[in-house]
């Protein structure tokens, strides 16, 4: 049974630092790409960022590029959002996400597991 589970999200002043982690078990997880998803409530998916399977390429949406680094340590069978420079626009519910493929999709839909989500909100 594939299962993803999200750890480290939390209240954060405008300005902070988060670091989420995604624990995989059930599957092959070198073999997978593997994103970061997040909603708000009321909106629709947001793709974040995206790491290949092996890990050599990553990706990220405009709005967080520079302030977010995505990592996996397929040893650990582990995902990472080191997030820094966070604002109240980054607060949002995050997702663990995966497909097997090599490459990453920014496509939420594209991606058939999925974690249970890890709140993240930034405010002073």
């Known amino acids: 049974e594939v299962q993803l589970v999200e750890s480290g999200g939390g209240l954060v002043q405008p300005g902070g630092s988060l670091r989420l982690s995604c624990a995989a078990s059930g599957f092959t997880f070198s073999s997978y790409a593997m994103s970061w998803v997040r909603q708000a409530p009321g909106k629709g998916l947001e793709w974040v960022s995206g790491?290949?399977?092996?890990?050599?390429?990553?990706n990220y949406t405009d709005s967080v590029k520079g302030r977010f680094t995505i990592s996996r340590d397929n040893a650990k069978n582990t995902l990472y959002l080191q997030m820094i420079s966070l604002t109240p626009e980054d607060t949002d519910v995050y997702y663990c996400v995966a497909a097997r493929t090599a490459s990453v999709t920014a496509t939420p839909t594209m991606y058939p597991y999925w974690g249970q989500g890890t709140q993240v909100t930034v405010s002073s």
């Open positions: 790491i290949s399977s092996g890990g050599g390429s990553t």
